[in-house]
């Protein structure tokens, strides 16, 4: 096995791009070493992309904010005007894990993981984050939700890495809120979780709205029938309910000792539901 620790991410795509074998990027490791010591996977090269100085920083711009690759998500919580704009996706970030976890642990590889139940990624589809893949042919960007494919596969190609996470700029009157259901009261994983996004007018009605779903199918599921059902309306009773039924509709979950079929699909509406709730509160909505 190679390790190598390259200072650009030029240098870093490039190593990538010719290692003959299997190739890791190694961020955090909280999902990386493990898998190792486990033996469940054993590359054949190691790309630490600690030393790139541009992935370790939150750069607000006028667009928003780049959040980049390496960034820990302990440092998310420490930023304030992320928390103050984002408040929903920080507080995803700092359920991955205990706190030593998340002094390592990313976002970005949080979303390469690939889980279906990684916190952090219906929070960012919810948010409409977009990731920025640098390759041997250059830099796109895409919605976050395209990244994973399924349980630990991904959309990237050889040679490709995430370079930054990217969230827009807040207009007026906008909040997101993420809530998941754990058997625990910490370090556990999700049995279902629901992030929500919207902007409400001056009347409290809401314009604009994103719903997401985790643990509830082989990936975060981007629920717009869900947002459909908020929209154009103020957030009472009524909408509740409709929400809860489409988002319990929307589920696929699996049926395993951590909940059953009916279990998550019912959670899933009651997540979404209180976690629009929190994000209307957030967004100066009565």
Same mark, same amino acid.
């Given at each position: 096995?190679? #390790?190598?620790?390259?200072?650009?991410?030029?240098?870093?795509?490039?190593?990538? *791009?010719?290692?003959?074998?299997?190739? +890791?990027?190694?961020? =955090?490791?909280?999902?990386?070493?493990?898998?190792?010591? /486990?033996?469940?996977?054993?590359?054949?090269?190691?790309?630490? &992309?600690?030393?790139? @100085?541009?992935?370790?920083? &939150?750069?607000?711009?006028?667009?928003?904010?780049?959040?980049?690759?390496?960034?820990?998500?302990?440092?998310?919580?420490?930023? !304030?005007?992320?928390?103050?704009?984002?408040?929903?996706?920080?507080?995803? @970030? $700092?359920?991955?894990?205990?706190?030593?976890?998340?002094?390592?642990?990313?976002?970005?590889?949080?979303?390469?993981?690939?889980?279906?139940? +990684?916190?952090?990624?219906?929070?960012?589809?919810? *948010?409409? *984050?977009?990731?920025?893949?640098?390759?041997?042919?250059? $830099?796109?960007?895409?919605?976050?939700?395209?990244?994973?494919? =399924?349980?630990?596969?991904?959309?990237?190609?050889?040679?490709?890495?995430?370079?930054?996470?990217?969230?827009?700029?807040?207009?007026?009157?906008?909040?997101?809120? #993420?809530?998941?259901? &754990?058997?625990? !009261?910490?370090?556990? &994983?999700?049995?279902?979780?629901? /992030?929500?996004?919207?902007?409400?007018?001056?009347?409290?009605?809401?314009?604009?709205?994103?719903?997401?779903?985790?643990? @509830?199918?082989? !990936?975060?599921?981007?629920?717009?029938?869900?947002?459909?059902?908020?929209? /154009?309306?103020?957030?009472?009773? @009524?909408?509740?309910?409709?929400?809860?039924?489409? %988002? *319990? /509709?929307? %589920?696929?979950?699996?049926?395993?000792?951590?909940?059953?079929?009916?279990?998550?699909?019912?959670?899933?509406?009651?997540?979404?539901?209180?976690?629009?709730?929190?994000? #209307?509160?957030?967004? =100066?909505?009565?």
């Amino acid at each position: 096995m190679r #390790y190598i620790r390259p200072l650009s991410i030029e240098d870093a795509v490039g190593q990538l *791009a010719g290692a003959a074998g299997t190739a +890791a990027i190694l961020a =955090g490791g909280s999902d990386l070493l493990v898998r190792m010591k /486990g033996g469940f996977v054993e590359p054949d090269l190691i790309v630490d &992309i600690k030393s790139i @100085a541009s992935l370790s920083e &939150i750069r607000e711009t006028a667009d928003g904010f780049s959040i980049g690759a390496a960034v820990p998500c302990a440092v998310l919580g420490e930023n !304030t005007a992320l928390k103050k704009a984002w408040p929903g996706v920080v507080e995803a @970030a $700092k359920l991955i894990g205990s706190k030593q976890v998340q002094g390592r642990c990313t976002i970005t590889g949080n979303l390469c993981n690939a889980s279906p139940a +990684a916190d952090s990624v219906p929070a960012l589809v919810a *948010a409409g *984050a977009r990731a920025v893949v640098a390759g041997p042919s250059g $830099k796109r960007t895409i919605p976050v939700e395209a990244v994973p494919t =399924g349980p630990g596969k991904t959309s990237l190609a050889k040679g490709e890495i995430i370079e930054a996470i990217l969230l827009d700029k807040r207009t007026p009157r906008s909040g997101d809120a #993420y809530l998941r259901f &754990i058997p625990r !009261t910490e370090m556990d &994983i999700a049995v279902v979780s629901a /992030g929500v996004n919207l902007t409400i007018d001056e009347h409290g009605v809401i314009t604009a709205a994103r719903v997401a779903l985790g643990a @509830a199918a082989p !990936t975060v599921l981007l629920v717009e029938e869900a947002a459909e059902a908020l929209i /154009g309306r103020k957030l009472d009773e @009524a909408a509740l309910e409709r929400l809860a039924k489409v %988002c *319990a /509709g929307a %589920c696929r979950p699996i049926d395993d000792k951590r909940g059953t079929i009916d279990f998550r699909r019912k959670v899933a509406g009651v997540l979404a539901k209180r976690a629009a709730t929190t994000a #209307y509160a957030r967004a =100066g909505g009565k």
